[in-house]
């Protein structure tokens, strides 16, 4: 099992919600355990072309089985929020293949504190 090196954004230093949203978007990407704290029970992710995946325990398992190990690298370019809202702007490397992506979450509440929708896009 390897580590995925991971290139954090500048954009969290004086805001904890967009540090919370770069850490969801690290965890979903990597399958890290951070991710378990980060969900609310009735989580919901949506991905085109996919059926929804519905509570905190089956996003965790989707995240680990499709993306744990997966990437050499992953460059989190901006994480940002506002209000319930929060999205992160990414590239995953692994040998000489690039992919961007981006997520982008609802939070449960105002206090950003656990996350209630997950869209994830170029996954």
Known sequence: MTMTRITRSGD?????KNAFM???AIGLLTGAET?????AETVVLRRNGHADVTGAEAVRTLAADMFRDHHDVLIVHHAISHGKVGAANCVAVKGDART???VVVEFATAK???????DLYGV
């Open 12 to 16: 969290c230093r004086n805001s904890p």
């Open 112 to 118: 950003a504190d656990r996350v209630a929708v997950i």
């Open 100 to 102: 961007a992506f981006a």
């Open 35 to 39: 991710l378990e704290a980060s969900l």
């Open 22 to 24: 770069q850490e969801v």
